[in-house]
């Protein structure tokens, strides 16, 4: 028997949001598994890469776009957007005025990228991640309210929301999977 040929996807996924909720701590747990606290702010642009054997037949590059040093400036440009596939959303579950800043993001990236045309030019699906859950746990910040997370995600376009902890790695790999099969169903 002659099993089927390995198809392989290149996403691109862009990680947005305010300055420190936690974007490239995100992306460093998910791509290398480490965390740390040494705050160090890059700039320009950076990308990782992780490739998922998502099923016998399909792996998964995923291309994750950190922005960066550029967040004071509240939008991306187009270029930076340019193909990409996915997106996340991050705000800091301590910090209310970092979610304030959810809504901006969104815009920006439904405003400035599409769906290419295979897909038919639609939006990008975007999944909202409410990260340092770890210090809800330890008293900080107020409790998230599911139903209203639900709804806000409905009335602003969000594929989903989890709440993610880039120190204790959790749900970042569910958040990122829920992505994928998103994309991986468009195809
Ligand atoms: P960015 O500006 O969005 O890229 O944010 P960073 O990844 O640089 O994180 C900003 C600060 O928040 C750093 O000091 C991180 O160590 C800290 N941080 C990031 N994620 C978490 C988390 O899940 N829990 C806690 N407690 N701190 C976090
Ligand atoms: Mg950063």
Redesign the pocket.
Same mark, same amino acid.
């Given at each position: 028997m002659s099993r089927p040929p390995t198809r392989e996807y290149l996403y691109k996924i862009l990680?947005v949001? &305010?300055?420190?909720?936690? @974007?490239?701590?995100?992306?460093?747990?998910y791509v290398h598994n480490i965390?740390?606290?040494?705050? @160090? $702010?890059t700039i320009g642009v950076d990308f990782a890469l992780k490739v998922i054997q998502w099923s016998p037949e399909i792996i998964v590059r995923l291309q994750l776009w950190?922005? +960066?040093?550029q967040?004071r400036f509240g939008n991306m440009t187009r270029v930076y957007y340019k193909e990409a596939l996915g997106a996340f959303v991050?705000y &800091?579950v301590t910090r209310p005025q970092t979610f304030e800043g959810v809504t901006k993001w969104k815009q920006d990236l439904d405003s400035k990228v599409a769906l290419p045309e295979p897909w038919g030019g639609g939006r990008i699906p975007v999944v909202l991640l409410a990260? @340092? $859950? &770890?210090?809800l746990q330890e008293g900080h910040g107020q409790p998230i309210n599911q139903l209203e997370m639900d709804d806000f995600c409905r009335q602003n376009g969000f594929a989903s929301w989890f709440d993610? $902890? +880039? @120190?204790?790695n $959790?749900n970042i790999d569910e958040a990122a999977r829920y992505l994928i099969q998103t994309i991986v169903s468009l195809e």
């Amino acid at each position: 028997m002659s099993r089927p040929p390995t198809r392989e996807y290149l996403y691109k996924i862009l990680v947005v949001g &305010d300055l420190g909720t936690g @974007k490239t701590s995100i992306i460093r747990r998910y791509v290398h598994n480490i965390f740390s606290t040494n705050y @160090k $702010s890059t700039i320009g642009v950076d990308f990782a890469l992780k490739v998922i054997q998502w099923s016998p037949e399909i792996i998964v590059r995923l291309q994750l776009w950190d922005i +960066a040093g550029q967040e004071r400036f509240g939008n991306m440009t187009r270029v930076y957007y340019k193909e990409a596939l996915g997106a996340f959303v991050v705000y &800091d579950v301590t910090r209310p005025q970092t979610f304030e800043g959810v809504t901006k993001w969104k815009q920006d990236l439904d405003s400035k990228v599409a769906l290419p045309e295979p897909w038919g030019g639609g939006r990008i699906p975007v999944v909202l991640l409410a990260n @340092k $859950s &770890d210090l809800l746990q330890e008293g900080h910040g107020q409790p998230i309210n599911q139903l209203e997370m639900d709804d806000f995600c409905r009335q602003n376009g969000f594929a989903s929301w989890f709440d993610t $902890s +880039a @120190k204790d790695n $959790s749900n970042i790999d569910e958040a990122a999977r829920y992505l994928i099969q998103t994309i991986v169903s468009l195809e």
